[in-house]
Every structure is written in structure tokens, then in C-alpha cells.
């Protein structure tokens, strides 16, 4: 497998013009006795990177914590008032990360709206760009209607507001929301692993891991902005959500690493394996666990959160960038498509060891 | 600036956002044309790689020397859209030589990954059944990039767009041949309407199995396991990744509906079960 070292030469006009600059430089004379086509990589790197892993991290947030807080709203209004007012400002500043961090990864960014232009069944992408648009509307007013009229500097403001929140219905809006929420938690995993690239799609179990991730994120985010708060219903329903997406978040994890199995390598072997192992599954999943049974408030509440967060980032961050490694395995890029039987899909298995004399 | 400059550049602002989603009506489909790649007859000579450099104004790809083979390009990509492959093998019970040469292009698949995955609709089936980037909707989201199994198609680091063969749209437009097959020496690339080339590769294939050529088989003429037929398909005389084709190329799409199943089954299950956790004090 060739190691594709990323070339970037100011001194040289070529590496500024094509990414495939990084392929060619990578074929070289003692690569000639190297399986397939001198070990020259079949698929092209990913350009999604560190602006992707981010948006997956905040839109997890955001989303997860408007589902909480809905929840929440729909059971006991009154209970949680204060935390779901905390809770939908939140979602709302969480989510205003996310558009800026998508159309600076375009490469043209100013066409960020063709996005919309169309719907489309088959791509992902698109329908998360419809989710976010949808879900940024109800997110934004969900906001608004939380924030305190009385805190507004002018009188017109306050009595605009108070009769923009009297006319709103925020139950019905916080559930009409809903599908835009879930469908912003479902579909990052979806669209990672609805592409050619071996670690991202040798699985099916990417969308329920990154799902789980985003919901435990939401829910930790939404304990550690509640964290001066008296309100044990909710540090106990968050503490137990915690568990319940922890368990979630391991049992795809296990399924993931299964199913995908060889394409999992660059989360166990090169360099973000470290991210992965010690970040995402230790310091996310293991630890918080262990300190959410600790009977100090400060390690339930506050630093188990935060290294749920921490190992958010690690988990979405090292996946998406494990992308990079495994695009250049040939190997992997060559039985790229599941089949019973493993025989190609045109033409012979093996390749040929000896051929005939022409006659 | 003036209130009237300022006003004209909204005006002008508007209109160029409006012909975003304005579609024009397309034109009548026509018959689908492809490319028959025979690698049998193919010398090497690299003409297809200059004629489409040529032709479609691409840039070099800078001064690179490979030496382990005479393929010095290495690799499809947003400026390379020819690029033929040299697979030298040694028998070593024989002690003889063989050359494999290819001519390798964009596959122009019946059901494209970069087509189903694009999400702005840059990507489309022109009317000659050929995949298409239109580079005026184009936003560079990289999506088909991850998404072609075969690495042809990549996003130029200048222009930040989206770029692969286009099978010489505008020529064809003019009823010509595309500038690969018209300068090809050997006619080892062929273009024509696709039904017709099959008809052909079929028995050039036979014949060459009459002649003792047993391992001549053709790549991509039909829809195989998950994968549709290319429109864009190849004789060849061994294993699939000696080309550095792919052996069991993926179709992203064939996998969305259970993805989705999955991830929405993890995310409405978590969901559920918080309605039971949430309850206030006054619920006990």
C-alpha cells in the first residue's frame, strides 16, 4: 500500500493546481515490485476534513439537545422551564457554527446555496443541507421565544416580543422540529458511509454510532450549562440518558468495527489510531461512565460531561480524518463492493502468474 | 458608491440568484454513446493523453518521472481525463515478456455514484447518456470525489470544481468524434453509440478467443453484482486491479435505504427512551 505524503511546495506551481500532484509524486522506482499498479492508490483522498469532523461535532450538539429539550418540554413544562431556556440557546448557538464551517469546506464557497436548488433522493448531502435550513428555522425561533422579554432594553422591543411569543405555539413548534432535528442527528453517519471510501462504507452501523454520539453529546452539553442548577429531575434523567447512549454509542461501535472489519484499520494503526482508542473510546465512552457512578457532584456533572464532549470531538474527528489513510489502500479500494462470493465483478480473480508463448 | 450603483448590483445580485433555479428544458435524449476501450491494440503511444490535454485545455500536471514504468502521468484526475497505464510481466518459467497497455478514462457508469451523490445537481446524464459536470452549478462540495469508486473524478485545487472526462460534450454537439478516439493510431479506442459498440466488443472478444487469447474478457459491458454497466468499458487480458481498476467497484446508493433504516432506528430508539427519563417531581 503506498503512503500518499501530502505535498504542499509554494515553490511549486503544480502541487497548487491538482490534488492527484500527491498520487504521482507517490510512484516511484521501488514501488515497482508492489501488488496492483505499483501500489498506486485506486480511489482519490477525501477533501472533507478538520471543517467537517467540527460541523459533525456541533450539529450533534445542537441536535441533541433540541431533541432533549423537546422532550423534556413535552413531559413537564414547568419542571424544566429554566433548563429548556438554557437548553434552546444552546441548540441556537451551537447551530450557528455549522453553516459557516460547511461552505468554507466548498471549494466554491459563494455557491453555497446551489445546494438547494434541487431535492435528491439518492445524496445525502443534500438532504442535510435541506435538514440544517429547516432545522436552523426552527432552532432560531425556538430561541427567540425562550429569551426574556423583560431583558430587552426598549419598550417597543419587549411588547414586539411578548406578542411574538403569545402568538407562537412553542410546544407545537419544538414537535414540528423534530424530523429536522432527527434527521440532522441521522444523517452524518449516512453520508460518510454512503461513499467509496473502505472505512467509512464497509459498514452499516457508522449512521447509529455517530447518532448515539450526537444524543450523548447534546445530553452533556445540556448538563454542563445546567450545572449550577438545583434541578435533580433533570441532572438524573441526563445521567441516565448518558448511560443509555453510551450503551448505544459502544454496541455500534462493536457492530461498526465488525462489520467493517480489515477498513478498520487507521483507527487502530497509524496516526489516529491514539485519537481514536485513547480519545473517542477512553476518555468519551469508558471514563465518563465510570465517573457518572462517582458520588461527587462535580465528577458527575461536571467533568463527566466534559469528557463526553471531549470524546465527541475525538470520535468524529478521527473518522473522518481515518478517510485519509484508507483511500490509498489499494487493496481495500479494489473489493470495494460486498459480494457472496468474492469473485470480481468482471474478469478473473488472481492475476495472471504466467501467460502463453504467442504462436 | 452611488445609491444607483448599489442598486443595479442588487438587480444583479437577484437575477444571478434567481438562475439557480431556473432549469431550461433540457434536450431530447439521444441514442447513448461510449467508448470501447480495447487494450489489445493499444501501443502505448500516449496520443490519447495529448489530444485530450489538447483539446480540452488542460494544464500540465507538472515534470514528474516515474521510473517504473513508461507511465510517467500515473493517474486519472481533474486535469488528466487520458491516462494510459503500462503493466509489464515477466514469466519466469518462460522467460517471456508481456505488455499490457491502457487507456484509462472515466467510466461514464449507466447508474454513476458521482451522480447519485452530488447534491447540487451539477452532476446530470447529458443528453448523449454521459455523465456531466456542469461547471456553472458546480460548488465544490467534494461529495463525488469520496463517492466514484473508481478515483477518476477530483476537485482542481485552483478553481475549486469538480472535474472529469466530459466525453467532448461540445464536440459531439458538432457531430464529431471526441479528440481521444479521433487521434487514437490503432483505433484501440472507439467511440460510438453504446449498443453498437457491444455488439462489436462481443466478437472481438470471441475472435480473440478463437485465436488462443483465452484471458480476454470485457470490463464493464454489463451490470454486475451491485454495479451497472459502464458506458465507458474495456477488453482486458488480466485481473481487474493490475489495471488498478477495481475488481468489485461499490455503488454507494445500493447502500443509502439501509444506512438510513439503521440510523434513524438508533436515533428514534434513544429518543423514546428519554420520554421515559424526563419526569418531573410532581410525576413521583
Known amino acids: ?359 | 458608491m452611488s445609491t444607483n450603483h448599489v442598486s443595479v448590483n442588487l438587480v444583479q445580485i437577484l437575477s444571478d440568484l434567481q438562475d439557480t433555479w431556473i432549469r431550461p428544458q433540457p434536450p431530447e435524449p439521444e441514442e447513448e454513446t461510449g467508448f470501447f476501450t480495447d487494450t489489445t491494440v493499444c501501443i502505448g503511444c500516449k496520443a490519447c493523453e495529448v489530444a485530450c490535454k489538447q483539446w480540452n485545455q488542460l494544464p500540465a500536471d507538472g515534470f514528474n518521472w516515474t521510473g517504473n514504468s513508461y507511465d510517467n502521468t500515473v493517474a486519472l484526475s481533474d486535469t488528466t481525463w487520458r491516462h494510459v497505464a503500462f503493466v509489464e510481466q515477466f514469466d519466469s518459467e518462460s522467460h517471456l515478456g508481456r505488455w499490457l497497455m491502457m487507456s484509462d478514462v472515466c467510466k461514464h457508469c449507466q447508474h454513476a455514484p458521482c451522480v447519485e451523490v452530488c447534491p447540487t445537481g451539477a452532476l446530470i446524464y447529458n443528453e448523449f447518456g454521459n455523465v456531466y459536470v456542469q461547471q456553472d452549478v458546480c460548488n465544490g462540495c467534494a461529495n463525488c470525489v469520496v463517492g466514484c469508486p473508481f478515483g477518476v473524478i477530483s476537485r482542481n485545487k485552483a478553481d475549486g470544481r469538480a472535474h472529469k472526462c466530459t466525453l467532448c460534450y461540445d464536440r459531439q454537439k458538432d457531430g464529431l468524434v471526441p479528440a481521444c478516439a479521433k487521434s487514437c493510431p490503432t483505433e484501440s479506442i472507439k467511440f460510438g453509440k453504446v449498443s453498437e459498440l457491444r455488439e462489436h466488443a462481443k466478437k472481438r472478444v470471441e475472435e480473440l478467443h478463437a485465436r488462443g487469447e483465452t484471458d480476454a474478457y470485457l470490463y464493464g459491458a454489463e451490470a454486475s453484482g451491485e454495479y451497472s454497466a459502464l458506458n465507458s468499458f474495456f477488453l482486458l487480458k488480466d485481473n481487474a486491479a493490475v489495471y488498478n481498476l477495481p475488481e468489485r467497484p461499490r455503488r454507494a446508493a445500493a447502500h443509502l435505504k439501509r444506512n438510513y433504516l439503521f440510523s434513524f432506528a438508533a436515533s428514534i430508539a434513544l429518543t423514546a427512551a428519554s420520554v421515559l427519563l424526563f419526569k418531573g417531581d410532581n410525576h413521583g
Open chain 1, 1 to 359: 500500500m503506498a503512503e500518499i505524503q501530502e505535498i504542499k511546495d509554494s515553490g511549486d506551481v503544480f502541487t497548487t493546481l491538482t490534488p492527484a500532484y500527491d498520487i504521482q509524486r507517490a510512484a516511484t522506482p521501488d514501488r515497482v515490485k508492489e501488488s496492483g499498479y505499483y501500489g498506486l492508490p485506486i480511489l482519490k483522498r477525501p477533501f472533507w476534513k478538520w471543517e467537517i469532523a467540527m460541523y459533525f461535532f456541533f450539529e450533534g450538539i445542537s441536535a441533541g439537545s433540541y431533541v432533549l429539550c423537546t422532550v423534556a418540554g413535552l413531559r413537564d413544562r414547568m419542571q424544566f422551564d429554566e433548563s429548556i431556556r438554557r437548553g434552546r440557546y444552546l441548540s441556537f448557538v451551537s447551530m450557528l457554527f455549522c453553516p459557516p464551517l460547511l461552505i468554507a469546506d466548498l471549494g466554491r464557497p459563494e455557491r453555497f446555496h446551489h445546494m438547494l436548488r434541487i431535492f435528491k433522493k439518492t445524496s445525502p448531502m443534500n438532504h442535510g443541507a435541506w435538514a440544517l435550513t429547516g432545522y436552523g428555522i426552527f432552532a432560531s425561533t425556538l430561541a427567540v421565544l425562550a429569551w426574556p422579554a423583560k431583558a430587552l432594553p426598549s419598550t417597543i422591543l419587549r411588547v414586539l416580543l411578548r406578542a411574538f411569543q403569545w402568538i407562537m405555539p412553542e410546544r407545537l413548534l419544538s414537535v414540528l422540529g423534530m424530523p429536522f432535528a432527527l434527521t440532522m442527528i441521522s444523517y452524518p453517519g449516512v453520508l460518510l458511509s454512503t461513499t467509496a471510501n473502505p472505512v467509512w462504507s464497509h459498514t452499516n452501523f457508522l449512521g447509529p454510532l455517530f447518532a448515539s454520539s450526537s444524543l450523548s453529546n447534546g445530553a452533556a452539553a445540556l448538563a454542563l450549562i445546567n450545572y449550577g442548577s438545583k434541578d435533580h429531575a433533570l441532572h438524573s434523567a441526563l445521567t441516565r440518558f448518558e448511560d443509555l447512549s453510551s450503551a448505544g454509542e459502544l454496541t455500534s461501535l462493536a457492530l461498526y468495527v465488525g462489520t467493517a472489519g480489515e477498513a478498520t484499520k487507521p483507527l487502530f494503526k497509524g496516526k489516529q489510531s491514539t485519537l481514536f482508542m485513547v480519545g473517542a473510546f477512553g476518555i468519551g465512552l469508558i471514563v465518563p461512565a465510570i465517573l457518572r457512578r462517582s458520588r461527587s457532584r462535580i465528577l458527575r456533572h461536571g467533568v463527566a460531561p466534559l469528557l463526553t464532549l471531549l470524546g465527541g470531538v475525538a470520535l468524529k474527528w478521527s473518522i473522518t480524518y481515518a478517510g485519509q489513510e484508507s483511500a490509498p489502500d489499494a487493496g481495500l479500494a479494489s473489493k470495494n463492493a460486498p459480494s457472496k462470493t468474492g469473485e470480481p465483478f468482471w474478469g478473473p480473480a488472481q492475476p495472471a502468474t504466467s501467460y502463453p508463448p504467442p504462436r
